[in-house]
């Protein structure tokens, strides 16, 4: 079995920034990819940013240019650095990584960006 655990989140208002941080932990040989995902109420599941070994990216197009995703292997963690950020990127974010075929999600952390 593969956990994962958030920190970070909260409130912030418009233009200001937030860091996400995930740990996993268990049995795990391989996470590849692992990244963010969130959902805002009323919404689908969406992508934010994935990372492979923390040398291939992938991010949605809403967020390029303001988020960062880093990793760090040995540790298996992965940091989300959310800059300038807007209203619309409120939501609850989770934590993603994927073991062998088999995905994995974090409980999930709230993201509240006020105007």
């Known amino acids: 079995q593969v956990q994962l655990v958030e920190s970070g989140g909260g409130l912030v208002q418009a233009g200001g920034s937030l860091r996400l941080s995930c740990a996993a932990s268990g049995t795990i040989f391989n996470i590849n990819p692992m990244g963010w995902y969130r959902q805002a109420p009323g919404k689908q599941r969406e992508l934010v940013a994935v990372?492979?070994?923390?040398?291939?990216?992938n991010y949605s197009d809403s967020v390029k240019g303001r988020f960062i995703i880093s990793r760090d292997n040995a540790k298996n963690t992965v940091t989300l650095q959310m800059n300038n950020l807007k209203p619309e990127d409120t939501a609850v974010y989770y934590c993603?990584?994927?073991?062998?075929?088999?995905?994995?999600w974090g409980q999930g952390t709230q993201v509240t960006v006020s105007s």
């Open positions: 993603y990584g994927r073991v062998l075929l088999a995905d994995y």
């Open positions: 990372t492979v070994r923390g040398d291939i990216t």
